[in-house]
Protein backbone atom coordinates (compact mmCIF):
# COMPACT_ATOMS: atom_id res chain seq x y z
CA UNK A 1 0.00 0.00 0.00
CA UNK A 2 0.87 4.09 0.10
CA UNK A 3 3.54 4.83 2.31
CA UNK A 4 3.41 8.06 4.13
CA UNK A 5 6.26 9.99 5.57
CA UNK A 6 6.11 13.02 7.96
CA UNK A 7 8.83 15.02 8.71
CA UNK A 8 10.15 16.49 11.19
CA UNK A 9 8.67 13.97 13.66
CA UNK A 10 8.92 16.41 16.66
CA UNK A 11 9.44 20.45 16.38
CA UNK A 12 9.55 22.68 18.93
CA UNK A 13 9.48 26.51 18.33
CA UNK A 14 9.41 29.29 20.20
CA UNK A 15 6.00 31.58 20.15
CA UNK A 16 6.12 33.72 17.09
CA UNK A 17 8.40 31.95 14.82
CA UNK A 18 7.50 30.58 11.52
CA UNK A 19 7.75 26.35 10.47
CA UNK A 20 7.70 24.01 7.53
CA UNK A 21 5.74 20.60 8.10
CA UNK A 22 6.20 17.70 5.12
CA UNK A 23 4.91 15.13 4.31
CA UNK A 24 5.82 12.50 1.75
CA UNK A 25 3.78 10.08 0.00
CA UNK A 26 4.81 7.35 -2.66
CA UNK A 27 2.29 6.89 -5.36
CA UNK A 28 -0.27 9.13 -6.76
CA UNK A 29 -2.88 9.39 -5.09
CA UNK A 30 -6.35 11.87 -5.61
CA UNK A 31 -7.12 13.21 -1.54
CA UNK A 32 -4.23 14.91 0.50
CA UNK A 33 -5.48 16.27 3.82
CA UNK A 34 -3.75 17.74 6.73
CA UNK A 35 -5.12 17.29 10.27
CA UNK A 36 -4.34 18.75 13.53
CA UNK A 37 -5.05 17.04 16.06
CA UNK A 38 -5.96 18.58 19.89
CA UNK A 39 -5.02 17.75 22.96
CA UNK A 40 -8.35 16.37 23.41
CA UNK A 41 -7.78 14.02 20.55
CA UNK A 42 -9.70 15.19 18.17
CA UNK A 43 -8.08 15.75 14.59
CA UNK A 44 -9.42 19.00 13.28
CA UNK A 45 -9.58 19.01 9.30
CA UNK A 46 -7.26 22.20 8.41
CA UNK A 47 -6.92 21.20 4.78
CA UNK A 48 -7.95 19.14 1.80
CA UNK A 49 -5.06 19.79 -0.88
CA UNK A 50 -4.89 17.31 -3.46
CA UNK A 51 -2.50 19.73 -5.39
CA UNK A 52 -1.84 23.37 -5.55
CA UNK A 53 -1.46 26.11 -2.64
CA UNK A 54 -4.17 27.13 0.21
CA UNK A 55 -4.37 29.48 2.96
CA UNK A 56 -6.02 29.76 5.67
CA UNK A 57 -5.08 32.31 8.29
CA UNK A 58 -1.97 31.63 9.24
CA UNK A 59 -1.50 28.57 8.13
CA UNK A 60 -1.33 27.38 4.06
CA UNK A 61 -0.28 24.31 2.79
CA UNK A 62 1.59 23.39 -0.90
CA UNK A 63 0.88 19.98 -2.28
CA UNK A 64 3.16 18.69 -5.49
CA UNK A 65 1.58 16.07 -6.73
CA UNK A 66 3.91 15.57 -9.45
CA UNK A 67 6.79 14.93 -6.90
CA UNK A 68 4.58 13.42 -3.99
CA UNK A 69 5.09 15.73 -1.35
CA UNK A 70 3.05 18.22 0.41
CA UNK A 71 4.10 21.06 2.91
CA UNK A 72 2.18 22.80 5.68
CA UNK A 73 3.35 26.23 6.34
CA UNK A 74 2.73 27.70 10.12
CA UNK A 75 3.84 31.44 10.57
CA UNK A 76 3.65 33.26 13.85
CA UNK A 77 3.00 30.31 15.92
CA UNK A 78 0.83 30.23 19.21
CA UNK A 79 0.94 28.04 22.06
CA UNK A 80 -2.60 27.23 20.82
CA UNK A 81 -0.18 25.62 17.61
CA UNK A 82 0.67 23.00 19.95
CA UNK A 83 -0.08 19.30 18.93
CA UNK A 84 0.34 16.92 16.62
CA UNK A 85 -0.19 17.17 12.90
CA UNK A 86 -1.05 14.80 10.65
CA UNK A 87 -0.81 14.11 6.38
CA UNK A 88 -2.99 11.52 5.19
CA UNK A 89 -3.74 10.52 1.88
CA UNK A 90 -4.71 7.64 -0.63
CA UNK A 91 -7.62 6.86 -3.13
CA UNK A 92 -10.54 5.32 -0.71
CA UNK A 93 -9.66 4.88 2.74
CA UNK A 94 -6.81 7.09 4.23
CA UNK A 95 -3.36 6.41 5.06
CA UNK A 96 -2.05 8.93 7.86
CA UNK A 97 1.76 9.52 8.41
CA UNK A 98 3.09 8.84 11.71
CA UNK A 99 2.70 12.77 12.77
CA UNK A 100 4.76 15.74 13.35
CA UNK A 101 4.70 16.86 17.23
CA UNK A 102 4.58 20.29 17.67
CA UNK A 103 5.38 22.29 20.63
CA UNK A 104 5.56 26.22 20.77
CA UNK A 105 6.89 27.65 23.78
CA UNK A 106 5.43 31.39 25.12
CA UNK B 1 -22.02 23.24 8.91
CA UNK B 2 -22.72 19.50 8.96
CA UNK B 3 -20.65 17.43 11.42
CA UNK B 4 -19.70 13.81 11.83
CA UNK B 5 -20.71 13.41 15.62
CA UNK B 6 -20.14 9.93 17.93
CA UNK B 7 -21.18 8.63 21.09
CA UNK B 8 -19.74 8.24 23.62
CA UNK B 9 -17.15 10.33 23.88
CA UNK B 10 -15.50 7.87 25.82
CA UNK B 11 -16.37 4.62 27.25
CA UNK B 12 -14.63 2.26 29.68
CA UNK B 13 -15.33 -1.45 29.89
CA UNK B 14 -14.10 -4.77 31.26
CA UNK B 15 -11.88 -7.21 28.86
CA UNK B 16 -14.17 -9.38 27.17
CA UNK B 17 -17.37 -7.51 27.07
CA UNK B 18 -19.12 -6.09 23.72
CA UNK B 19 -18.93 -2.42 23.19
CA UNK B 20 -20.57 -0.84 20.34
CA UNK B 21 -19.58 2.70 19.34
CA UNK B 22 -21.68 4.66 17.70
CA UNK B 23 -21.80 7.47 14.60
CA UNK B 24 -23.91 9.77 12.89
CA UNK B 25 -21.94 10.56 9.55
CA UNK B 26 -23.52 13.91 7.80
CA UNK B 27 -26.43 12.93 6.32
CA UNK B 28 -26.15 13.03 2.52
CA UNK B 29 -22.76 11.49 2.85
CA UNK B 30 -22.53 7.59 0.79
CA UNK B 31 -19.06 6.30 2.62
CA UNK B 32 -18.54 5.68 5.80
CA UNK B 33 -15.27 4.74 7.60
CA UNK B 34 -14.31 3.64 10.96
CA UNK B 35 -10.28 4.37 11.97
CA UNK B 36 -8.20 3.65 15.04
CA UNK B 37 -5.21 5.00 17.34
CA UNK B 38 -3.93 3.57 20.01
CA UNK B 39 -2.13 6.16 22.15
CA UNK B 40 0.78 7.93 20.80
CA UNK B 41 0.39 6.23 17.57
CA UNK B 42 -0.83 7.08 13.97
CA UNK B 43 -4.28 6.46 12.78
CA UNK B 44 -5.18 3.49 11.03
CA UNK B 45 -7.78 2.47 9.15
CA UNK B 46 -10.04 -0.13 9.95
CA UNK B 47 -12.91 -0.35 7.68
CA UNK B 48 -15.26 1.50 4.46
CA UNK B 49 -18.60 0.95 4.03
CA UNK B 50 -20.30 1.81 0.66
CA UNK B 51 -23.97 1.04 -0.39
CA UNK B 52 -24.83 -0.95 2.74
CA UNK B 53 -21.77 -3.64 2.74
CA UNK B 54 -17.83 -3.17 3.56
CA UNK B 55 -16.15 -2.26 0.55
CA UNK B 56 -12.38 -2.52 2.21
CA UNK B 57 -10.99 -3.44 5.23
CA UNK B 58 -7.94 -3.79 6.99
CA UNK B 59 -6.01 -6.11 9.23
CA UNK B 60 -6.88 -5.14 12.06
CA UNK B 61 -10.98 -5.92 11.07
CA UNK B 62 -10.55 -9.25 12.15
CA UNK B 63 -13.69 -11.72 13.22
CA UNK B 64 -13.86 -9.62 16.80
CA UNK B 65 -15.14 -6.54 14.54
CA UNK B 66 -18.40 -5.92 12.87
CA UNK B 67 -20.07 -2.48 11.09
CA UNK B 68 -23.68 -2.05 10.68
CA UNK B 69 -25.82 1.20 9.72
CA UNK B 70 -29.15 0.09 10.81
CA UNK B 71 -31.39 2.66 9.72
CA UNK B 72 -30.35 5.76 7.80
CA UNK B 73 -28.76 7.91 9.74
CA UNK B 74 -26.66 5.51 12.37
CA UNK B 75 -23.38 3.90 11.58
CA UNK B 76 -21.63 1.99 14.20
CA UNK B 77 -18.47 -0.28 15.28
CA UNK B 78 -19.23 -3.73 17.37
CA UNK B 79 -16.04 -5.27 19.36
CA UNK B 80 -17.57 -8.34 20.46
CA UNK B 81 -14.72 -9.15 23.07
CA UNK B 82 -12.80 -6.27 24.00
CA UNK B 83 -9.27 -6.88 24.56
CA UNK B 84 -6.88 -4.51 26.62
CA UNK B 85 -5.47 -4.00 22.59
CA UNK B 86 -8.35 -2.50 21.63
CA UNK B 87 -7.88 0.25 23.99
CA UNK B 88 -7.72 3.22 21.41
CA UNK B 89 -9.31 6.62 20.08
CA UNK B 90 -11.64 5.27 17.82
CA UNK B 91 -12.85 8.05 14.51
CA UNK B 92 -15.65 7.91 12.46
CA UNK B 93 -15.09 9.67 9.11
CA UNK B 94 -18.38 10.20 5.95
CA UNK B 95 -17.75 11.26 2.51
CA UNK B 96 -19.87 11.59 -0.39
CA UNK B 97 -18.74 11.54 -3.64
CA UNK B 98 -15.77 13.99 -3.61
CA UNK B 99 -12.71 12.39 -1.73
CA UNK B 100 -12.62 14.66 1.57
CA UNK B 101 -13.50 12.42 4.45
CA UNK B 102 -14.96 14.47 7.30
CA UNK B 103 -14.07 13.15 10.83
CA UNK B 104 -15.76 12.99 13.75
CA UNK B 105 -14.72 13.50 17.17
CA UNK B 106 -13.50 10.31 18.03
CA UNK B 107 -14.48 8.07 21.00
CA UNK B 108 -12.06 6.78 23.61
CA UNK B 109 -12.12 3.05 24.29
CA UNK B 110 -10.73 1.90 27.68
CA UNK B 111 -10.41 -1.45 28.20
CA UNK B 112 -9.59 -2.97 31.33
Known amino acids: GIQVEQSPPDLILQEGANSTLRCNFS?????LQWFHQNPWGQLINLFY???GTKQNGRLSATTVATERYSLLYISSSQTTDSGVYFC????????FGGGTRLMVKP | EPEVTQTPSHQVTQMGQEVILRCVPI?????FYWYRQILGQKVEFLVS????????KSEIFDDQFSVERPDGSNFTLKIRSTKLEDSAMYFC??????????FGPGTRLTVL
Open chain 1, 27 to 31: DSVNN
Open chain 1, 49 to 51: IPS
Open chain 1, 88 to 95: ATTINMLT
Open chain 2, 27 to 31: SNHLY
Open chain 2, 93 to 102: ASRRLAVKQF
Open chain 2, 49 to 56: FYNNEISE
